[in-house]
């Protein structure tokens, strides 16, 4: 080839390189600034439902936005399906039950600066790099039914450690929040006649905390003696709570159970359903399955059924022959599997 036909053919090539170098498909997080904390606690629930997760990480840090990007087992970060999350977020819905999924969670610092990604995490796992409290009690003061005295046990690697509190079935995240280095912690300002619950979690580093552990309930004074119902459903109080029936010879997928209706002055309403074999102190989950210990369902208003739920917890504190005591939170979906209802509370009943 000619020198005066190589040099042309030449520019071309290089152009060519260039082009195709500057077209080629790019990773949309490469060159991302990294200005905040990542997420902390990062979980992700079992299939709900055989199509949908719940998403769980510590809210009380960070800048009330997040991003979690999901796929196939495997899937290369930018390849993925982005969902934006805040406070309020935690399901997401639409997945396959024959697909094993991996779930990465990152916090949006502001427009286009992001945390380090978090994960890959498979649906019923999590992340904790600092050990969780053990033995948290919670008592309130004989002789000052305002202040209440928190301990817990720290592991090893925690150095100090936060109790965050609030009303009976407050939401995570939202409830004051004190820190302290020593085993014992006073909270004050409490309504007597008030039920409260705490939360506690170690911290281990600055950017190092456990999972919150909780929650421990606070009885109002002299709650034993008269039933009481709290919920808060969507950030509202379920208020003007009347006459709250109990009949213990219901029956749970043809097992014994204690059926507890509390009922507002709007005539929405919640019925909890918890099999009588239900012990003090295990956390149960529900799928509504024949297995299941409990069972939820919420009407707004009476008779229309809003629906059952198809993903809570409930936390028997206290079972007597007499009474039953215990925490509860659930999930209500409409028939478009989308969440329309998110109910946290508590109930201290006397059984007939």
Do not use: H
């Not at 022959?321 to 999930?331: E, L, M, P, Q």
């Amino acid at each position: 080839m000619k020198i005066k036909q190589f040099f042309p053919f030449l520019l071309l090539l290089i152009a060519c390189f260039l082009w195709s170098c500057e077209n080629e498909p790019v990773d949309p997080d490469d060159g991302a600034s990294i200005t905040c904390q990542a997420p902390e606690s990062f979980s992700v629930s079992p299939l709900i439902n055989n199509n949908s997760v719940r998403i769980d990480w510590d809210k009380t840090s960070g800048t009330g936005a997040w991003e979690i990007q999901y796929g196939i087992r495997g899937f290369r970060i930018g390849t993925g399906t982005t969902v934006n999350f805040n406070n309020d977020s935690s399901i997401i819905n639409g997945l396959i039950g024959s697909v094993t999924y991996d779930f990465y969670i990152r916090t949006r610092c502001s427009e286009g600066y992001y945390s380090v990604w978090v994960g890959p995490l498979s649906p019923g796992s999590g992340v904790s790099t600092c050990a969780d409290p053990t033995g948290v009690t919670a008592v309130r003061s004989n002789t000052d039914p305002t202040i209440a005295n928190v301990a817990c046990t720290l592991a090893a690697d925690g150095n100090s450690w936060q109790v965050q509190f609030g009303p009976a079935g407050f939401t995570l995240g939202s409830g004051a929040v004190l820190s302290s280095s020593l085993p014992t912690r006073i909270i004050s300002g409490l309504i007597p006649t008030a039920s409260y619950e705490v939360y506690v979690r170690s911290n281990c580093s600055d950017s190092q905390n456990s999972n919150w552990v909780g929650p421990i309930s606070i009885p109002a004074t002299g709650a034993s003696g008269d039933d009481s119902f709290f919920a808060l459903i969507d950030g509202t109080e379920f208020v003007d709570v009347g006459p709250i029936d109990v009949n213990p010879d219901s029956l749970l997928y043809s097992q014994p159970s204690i059926y507890i209706i509390a009922t507002d002055a709007q005539n929405n309403a919640i019925e909890i359903n918890i099999s009588d074999a239900a012990v003090v102190g295990t956390e149960y989950t529900n799928n509504n399955l024949p297995t299941d210990m409990f069972r939820f369902v919420f009407f707004q208003p009476l008779p229309t059924e809003l629906d059952i739920d198809t993903d809570g917890t409930l936390t028997v504190t206290e079972r007597t022959a007499t009474r039953i005591k215990g925490v509860f939170s659930f999930n209500a979906f409409n028939s478009a599997s989308e969440t329309v209802e998110v109910t946290s509370g508590t109930f201290d009943v006397a059984i007939p």
